[in-house]
């Protein structure tokens, strides 16, 4: 779990901040998506936690090397808790069985990861639901597709990957 945070954590460093937005561009949710698929809602929902915790305690892996809570990106990193969470019992489901319904499960994540960052960023700013929209999601759709379909592609890899790891 503590290194499924870290890639968490080390795939958020790849970030672009955007001068239009509070919300940079970053590989985050890929990594997130990936783990959930890979590891499962438990497994993966506890290692999103441990980021989410230890990053709040002052652990500055969040984009741009940022720690804490009060800032206007922060709902995305709750979600991503949720995220991972539902990614990894659709994926358990049999929603990971080929790479469209893979890619499916994976923008049902990013939807949880919107939702939820959407809404703080709102209420960070204080700005409306259009705007919020506007700020928090439109920018990341094109990158969030490229990084859906990636995530299913390599999928089959983390599993092995993980079973590898898994093995004593």
Do not use: H
């Amino acid at each position: 779990m503590v290194s499924s945070a870290g890639l968490v954590g080390i795939a958020a460093q790849a970030a672009i901040p955007l001068p239009f937005t509070p919300v940079p561009l970053s590989l985050a949710t890929f990594a997130v998506l990936l783990i959930g698929a890979a590891l499962g809602p438990v497994r993966g929902g506890l290692s999103m936690m441990v980021y989410l915790l230890v990053g709040m305690a002052g652990m500055p892996w969040f984009s741009d090397q940022g720690s804490g809570w009060n800032f206007p990106s922060f709902g995305y990193v709750v979600g991503f808790v949720l995220a991972a969470v539902l990614v990894g019992a659709l994926a358990r489901r049999g929603g990971d069985r080929t790479v469209l319904r893979t890619a499916g499960l994976m923008v049902l994540g990013n939807l949880a990861i919107y939702g939820v960052g959407v809404l703080w960023l709102m209420g960070s700013i204080d700005v409306g639901l259009l705007e919020g929209l506007g700020l928090g999601v439109a920018p990341f759709l094109i990158g969030d597709v490229l990084k859906v379909l990636l995530a299913a592609g390599l999928l089959p890899g983390a599993w092995r990957l993980v079973e590898r790891i898994g093995r004593p």
